[in-house]
């Protein structure tokens, strides 16, 4: 039972001297579902799922899976088409942004974080907006207070400091060593900020 494979399908898309494939495939793990990626360059941009629910038993169903993979395929080969200038030059400058920017894309997806910025070990500051003199001389001033806290736990034996939070009244700034310098994030008072802490330290490790 369930061991039914339907046919894939495989296409590309050139756009100048980029190749944009496009596979559409049944897949039973983790759980059944049609498949199609979309890869430039060897990675893989955009994924499109349609769940079947269960594994195929029979010719009939394999047919009826077949028919929706080549919808499918057909369906995402001709947007790549159409779309593929746009497609191309996102994923270059995705590539071409700088690495702490990527960074702080995904911190901004953490839930309760309304800001973040980086302050490199060369002492500048990265953020996702416009920098002024005034923030980058508070940047400059956090991260000397920071290196003053991260001393006292150090030279106190109060144990490692691996990340720490001030208060700035009505919000709080979580801090945490990143790549030599530091990684800084605003949250209200309100947000319990060791569960943000623990992600931020997921995608800091990850980096």
């Not at 046919?7 to 498949?35: H, M, N, W």
């Not at 953020?127 to 980058?136: L, S």
Request: net charge negative; hydrophobic share 40%; with cysteine.
């Amino acid at each position: 039972m369930g061991t039914f494979i339907p046919a894939g399908r495989l296409s590309a898309v050139k756009y100048g001297d980029q190749r944009i494939e496009i596979q559409t495939e049944f897949s039973k793990y983790p759980e059944p579902r049609i498949a199609t990626s979309v890869s430039l360059a060897g990675q893989v941009i955009h994924k499109i799922q349609k769940l079947w629910g269960k594994p195929i038993d029979s010719i009939d169903e394999m047919r009826v899976v077949e028919e929706i993979i080549n919808k499918q395929h057909n369906e995402v080969t001709a947007l790549i088409h159409e779309h593929a200038h746009t497609l191309v030059e996102q994923v270059q400058a995705q590539r071409n942004r700088p690495g702490g920017e990527q960074i702080l894309d995904q911190v901004g997806k953490v839930e309760h974080v309304q800001s973040a910025f980086i302050l490199t070990s060369e002492g500048k500051l990265v953020a996702r907006q416009k920098i002024t003199k005034e923030a980058e001389i508070v940047a400059a001033m956090i991260a000397s207070l920071t290196e003053i806290l991260f001393d006292i736990g150090r030279t106190m034996n109060l144990g490692d400091c691996e990340d720490c939070v001030l208060n700035l009244g009505s919000h709080d700034l979580l801090l945490l060593p990143f790549q030599g310098g530091y990684l800084a994030v605003l949250v209200d008072t309100k947000v319990r900020k060791r569960e943000v802490l623990e992600q931020l330290w997921k995608i800091a490790r990850a980096a």
